[in-house]
C-alpha cells in the first residue's frame, strides 16, 4: 500500500495537532460548557417570636423619691410613719454578727416581704455577700456608722467620717446609696446631731417600738409578743445578728398580718 506522505511525516502532523489540542492553542476550536441551572433560593423557615421577658417587679419603695419624701417630713428625725396605713415597717440594724441574717433573708423571701436594713460599714466589709443578697432581694438600706460608736461621745468630724465612710463602702459594694435614711447607734442622738446628718444628707430614723431581741434574755415569743403591740404606721426594731428574732420572725409576719396590718419598708410606711 501506498501513502500520500512518508510515514515520519504523518507522525509528526499527528504530534502536532495533539499538542495543540491540549493547550487550546487552535483559536478557532470552540469547547462547548454545559451549565447547570442554580437551585432556586429558599427563604429560611421564619422562627416564631420569642416574647419579651416580662418586667421585673420593682420593691416597691423604689418608686418613691425619697429625697422629695425626706424634705417633705421636714427632715430631722422620725419614730413613727403614716398612722393612717396599715403599714408597719420592719427595720434591721446590722452592727454586729451576720449568723442569723439568712435566716432572716429567707423568712421575708418566704413571705414575700420587704424589709429596710441600716449597715454599717464595718458590716459591708465582714459580710460582703450577705449584704449583697440583702440587696439583690429587693430590701431597702439605710446609714448605721462605720463602727458603731456612741455618737455623743465623738468630735463633729469624727461624725461626718462615720456616716460618709459607710456610705462609700456600700455604695462601693453594692452601686445602691444608704441615703437618705440615718439611724444613729444605740439610739444616741441629740438636736444637733440630727442637724448635722441632716446637712449629710440623711434623715434620722428612730424607732416606734423595740423588739428587745438584742437583750440576753430575749426568747423568740417575747420578740412575738413585744412586735404584736405595733400599729398604724409603727416602726420596729430589729437585729440581724439576733438568733431569737431570726426564729420569731415568720410568727412576727403572720401576726401582723392576722391584725390587719402590712409589713413594709420604712419608704413605705413614711409616704403621706
Known amino acids: 500500500m501506498r501513502f500520500g506522505r512518508s510515514a515520519p511525516a504523518a507522525v509528526s502532523a499527528a504530534l502536532a495537532l495533539l499538542m495543540a489540542l491540549s493547550c487550546g492553542c487552535l483559536g478557532t476550536a470552540e469547547r462547548t460548557v454545559t451549565e447547570t441551572a442554580p437551585a432556586p433560593r429558599t427563604e429560611p423557615e421564619a422562627l416564631p417570636e420569642t416574647p419579651p421577658p416580662p418586667a421585673e417587679t420593682r420593691p416597691a419603695w423604689r418608686a418613691v423619691d425619697r429625697a422629695a419624701l425626706a424634705a417633705s417630713l421636714g427632715w430631722g428625725q422620725v419614730a413613727s410613719g403614716n398612722t ?62 462605720y463602727t458603731h460608736p456612741n455618737f455623743t461621745t465623738i468630735t463633729p468630724e469624727e461624725v461626718r467620717s462615720q456616716v460618709e465612710r459607710t456610705e462609700a463602702r456600700v455604695l462601693e459594694l453594692t452601686g445602691v446609696s444608704t441615703k437618705p435614711y440615718f439611724r444613729f447607734p444605740y439610739g444616741a442622738g441629740g438636736e444637733a446631731l440630727v442637724r448635722q446628718v441632716n446637712e449629710l444628707g440623711y434623715l434620722g430614723v428612730f424607732w ?58 420604712l419608704t413605705e410606711v413614711l409616704v403621706p
Do not use: K
Not at 451576720?98 to 441600716?118: K, R
Not at 455577700?129 to 440587696?135: F, K, L, P, S
Open 84 to 145: 393612717a396605713s396599715a403599714g408597719v415597717a420592719l427595720t434591721f440594724d446590722a452592727g454586729s454578727g451576720a449568723g442569723p441574717t439568712p435566716a432572716i433573708l429567707d423568712a421575708l423571701e418566704a413571705a414575700g416581704v420587704h424589709s429596710t436594713f441600716f449597715l454599717t460599714g464595718g458590716f459591708a466589709d465582714s459580710y460582703p455577700d450577705v449584704v449583697m443578697r440583702i440587696v439583690r432581694e429587693g430590701h431597702e438600706l439605710g446609714n448605721h456608722s
Open 208 to 265: 416606734t417600738l423595740d423588739t428587745l431581741d438584742w437583750e440576753t434574755d430575749a426568747t423568740p415569743e417575747s420578740v412575738i409578743e413585744r412586735a404584736s403591740r405595733a400599729g398604724p404606721g409603727t416602726i420596729v426594731l430589729m437585729h440581724c445578728g439576733s438568733q431569737q428574732g431570726a426564729v420569731a420572725l415568720p410568727a412576727v409576719i403572720e401576726n401582723l398580718r392576722a391584725a390587719g396590718y402590712e409589713p413594709v419598708t
